[in-house]
């Protein structure tokens, strides 16, 4: 019987190696260095959270009837695992608190370029939100359907993971790899069964946790398989 940590089975926790790479410890390009450490390539990857559609999809921020007016996300942490040569996982975390514009791709503040060892992982986790602090606002959309105004909002943690079992996650040696976690907000919302949404005094259709809350659930759940990771390799 294997034993559980953090969604995956280990025959024996202590082979979990975990390397945490705090917000503050995250190596960021032009930080404070000699001139000639400046000019030498970062082993590592930069990330940005978009509400692109999935890949393979008409790129903007129109999905169908759907129009976007403005979304954000708060992330807190980003897992990029790997297995070594052992078998054993090894996880790199980043922890922090940083908002991004998903109609962007920017964040605030901005997360800094990760320095990690060259190799191929295969799967990218990130967590929105703080599960010690459910009243926070975690993932926010605003927009139109058809012309009606809706309003999403989730509060508290959420989690999305994204897997490449095939090419996997490829940072190459001595550069950036920009990684792109597209989240196909407008593609769910055009998914979701109006016939029922009722909306309030103002007209707006307001998704969240007591307000509409079958499709409050269809949306995360469709959601979770809206998500994908787009890398450069």
Do not use: H
């Amino acid at each position: 019987m294997g034993v559980t940590f953090y969604g995956y089975t280990q025959r024996n926790l202590v082979l979990l190696k975990k390397i945490w790479l705090p917000a503050l410890a995250l190596i960021a390009l032009g930080t404070a260095c000699s001139e000639d450490e400046k000019s030498d390539p970062v082993t590592g990857y930069s990330l940005s959270l978009k509400s692109g559609p999935a890949l393979g999809k008409n790129q903007g921020k129109t999905q169908g009837t759907v129009v976007l007016n403005s979304a954000y996300a708060v992330l807190t942490e980003v897992e990029l695992e790997d297995e070594d040569s052992n078998g054993d996982d090894v996880e790199i975390d980043i922890e922090g608190e940083f908002t991004f514009d998903l109609l962007t791709g920017t964040s605030l503040p901005a997360l800094p370029t990760a320095s990690i060892p060259a190799g191929t992982y295969d799967e990218l986790d990130i967590e929105l939100g703080d599960d010690d602090n459910g009243n926070a606002v975690s993932l926010y959309a605003d927009g139109t359907r058809d012309g009606v105004s809706f309003e999403i909002e989730v509060r508290g943690e959420v989690e999305f993971s994204m897997e490449d079992d095939v090419n996997g996650i490829v940072i190459n040696a001595n550069q950036t790899t920009p990684l792109t976690a597209n989240m196909a907000i407008a593609t769910v919302v055009d998914q979701l069964d109006w016939t029922g949404a009722v909306a309030d005094g103002d007209g707006v259709v307001r998704i969240n946790a007591t307000s509409n809350t079958s499709m409050y659930s269809d949306f995360l759940s469709k959601l979770q398989a809206e998500v994908e990771i787009e890398d450069e390799d």
